[in-house]
């Protein structure tokens, strides 16, 4: 194996360990993701995102003898640009009443099933993954995870922020700061006689 792919390959587990392997911590992963502030980052930083874009994209389950090559980093502007799609969309998916339907192109994508056995054994084993475009791949995921690991995924209770959260327990707010400007609101409305607030938080 050449240094460089050992590297990648490196760069790729460590991306890996972020991201967790049960859908619960992809999910956190990915809310914790779409709510920075992509100013902020550094070069560095936003290859580290792209990467754990990549594992996510990457197969969904693999069968045993597939070998799919290391993806080569994301450039800058696809990472910024799915990181503003799932800023949009989770802040969507969270917000509003009941029954709120949030749909979203993912045509750039394809569903790839490999059999790792040969034909006519038994049992038959298989792999899947979805393939193409990153971003297509990368919204396709985050619609399944929250399908199968978003029971928490609500938006913070705050009504100057809203932002989407994996809550633990009885969380209701992103952090300290937001559960602060909530109660501050509630006194001021309370002291106006019930004149909603126009805080909102600062990001
Ligand atoms: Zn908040």
Redesign the pocket.
């Known amino acids: 194996m050449v240094k460089w792919d050992e590297k990648r390959h490196a760069d790729l587990m460590a991306a890996s360990r972020h991201l967790g392997e049960s859908d619960a911590s992809k999910l956190a992963w990915v809310v914790r993701f779409a709510n920075e502030d992509a100013s902020l980052w550094h070069s560095a930083e936003r290859a580290t995102r792209g990467d754990c874009l990549l594992v996510l994209a990457g197969p969904g389950r693999v069968a045993p003898n597939q070998i799919s090559p290391l993806p080569k980093p994301l450039d800058e502007d696809s990472v910024a640009t799915i990181h503003a799609e799932l800023k949009h969309l989770l802040r969507d998916v969270v917000q509003g009443p009941a029954n709120t339907t949030v749909s979203f192109k993912s045509g750039g994508h394809d569903v790839a099933i490999t059999r790792a056995t040969d034909e006519g054994v038994k049992p038959a084993i298989w792999g899947w993954s979805y393939t193409g475009n990153v971003q297509a791949v990368v919204l396709r995921v985050v619609a399944d995870l929250i399908l199968r690991a978003g029971d928490r995924l609500v938006a913070?209770k705050?009504k100057g922020?809203r932002?989407p959260?994996v809550a633990h327990r009885k969380q209701e707010?992103?952090?300290a700061t937001?559960s602060q400007l909530a109660r501050t609101a509630k006194k001021a409305q309370r002291r106006k006689g019930g004149h909603h607030g126009k805080a909102t938080?600062k990001r």
């Open positions: 913070c705050f922020c932002n959260i707010y992103c952090d937001c938080r």
